[in-house]
């Protein structure tokens, strides 16, 4: 289409970090319209990513983070599909962000909710069992609350459910998802320790 320049194509790629002809393609559909090319490309790549998530994830870093003058330290290990997007800056870039997040929160102790202790959770739903049955309330709402509950815990344990560090407005898992949406690999977080001097 005549009316798409490469400079609109090129704004929309800084805006995204999408390819080159996916930008022309969905700005072609807007006719023009930066603003509905973005939530195209937006509303394709949410899609995409979906798909892209049973993908093999072989390539990665191995990420060092060092916080407080050498008192906590963090090695994460984030995981992409080739060496190619493992040596680009802006995956670099994330898994810093995530080792500081890691840094941030010493009560998380897995990467995603499937890894967590069985007998931990049955052991805190116990507790918050208890505590809501004093409540009176019936059995229904009590279940309620219980499942609430949880639901915070795992936003403090688990790290793909914790509010993001630098956007409370999203959670570690978004952020992940935006980046399997600008590099068109699968990208996972596959383990992280941390360390604290003193610490056990």
């Known amino acids: 289409m005549a009316g798409i320049s490469a400079a ?7 805006k995204t970090g999408v390819a080159m002809m996916d930008c022309k393609k969905a700005l072609t ?22 798909k ?5 994830t072989a390539e990665g870093v191995i990420h060092s983070y060092i916080h407080g003058n050498g008192r906590i330290g963090v090695l994460l290990e984030l995981n992409c599909e080739t060496d190619f997007v493992a040596r680009n800056e ?11 997040q890691v840094a941030a929160n010493p009560q998380i102790h897995a990467v995603k909710r499937e890894e967590l202790d069985e007998a931990f959770l049955q052991s805190e739903k116990e507790i918050l069992m208890k505590q809501s049955e004093s409540s009176g309330k019936p059995a229904a ?10 639901k915070k815990i795992y936003e403090e344990v688990c790290l ?24 068109g690999e699968n990208i996972s977080v596959r383990r992280f320790a941390r360390f604290q001097l003193g610490g056990e």
């Open 8 to 14: 609109d194509v090129k704004e929309l790629r800084d």
């Open 29 to 50: 559909e807007a006719n023009g319209d930066l603003a509905a090319a973005v939530k195209i490309l937006r509303e394709r790549g949410a899609a995409k990513a979906e």
């Open 52 to 56: 892209r998530s049973g993908r093999e």
């Open 90 to 100: 802006n995956f670099v870039a994330l898994a810093n962000d995530l080792a500081m």
């Open 141 to 150: 709402i009590i279940e309620k609350m219980v499942e609430g509950r949880m």
């Open 160 to 183: 793909l459910e914790q509010p993001f560090i630098k956007d409370d407005k999203k959670k570690v898992s978004d952020i992940i998802t935006e980046a399997i949406q600008t590099t």
